[in-house]
């Protein structure tokens, strides 16, 4: 079991820079999940963004985001992150951290325990 706490986002100009970040705590060491970033703007379902592996060995990105957002993690502070760059006005969204007790990857049942969300709004 783990408990995720999103912080970060906030209201940035296009073409700036934020940095997300996903505390966890609980029971579960956190080197024991396969961790992912998703995201929901409004009007619209819930859609991945980037995953990595428990180990940081392995990750993954959405097209519409590959090249300016980066995901990493350090397993010693139990944190998640999620560097975004160039942002764009359609980066606006909820962004949510997600944990799988396997690697989700892309596949949102696979995750077990998600965040309360953090809003991202990217004016133009």
């Known amino acids: 079991q783990v408990q995720l706490v999103e912080s970060g986002g906030r209201l940035v100009q296009a073409g700036g820079s934020l940095r997300l970040s996903c505390a966890a705590s609980?029971?579960?060491?956190?080197?024991?999940?396969?961790m992912g970033w998703f995201r929901q703007a409004p009007g619209k379902e819930r859609e991945f963004v980037a995953a990595i592996t428990w180990d940081g060995g392995s990750t993954d990105y959405a097209d519409s985001v590959k090249g300016r957002f980066t995901i990493a993690r350090d397993n010693a502070d139990n944190t998640l992150y999620l560097q975004m760059n160039s942002l764009k006005p359609e980066d606006t969204a909820v962004y949510y951290c997600?944990?799988?007790?396997?690697?989700?990857?892309?596949?949102?049942?696979?995750?077990?325990?998600w965040g309360q969300g953090t809003q991202v709004t990217v004016s133009s």
């Open positions: 609980g029971p579960t060491p956190f080197a024991n999940y396969g």
């Open positions: 997600a944990a799988s007790t396997l690697y989700g990857a892309r596949v949102e049942v696979r995750y077990d325990y």
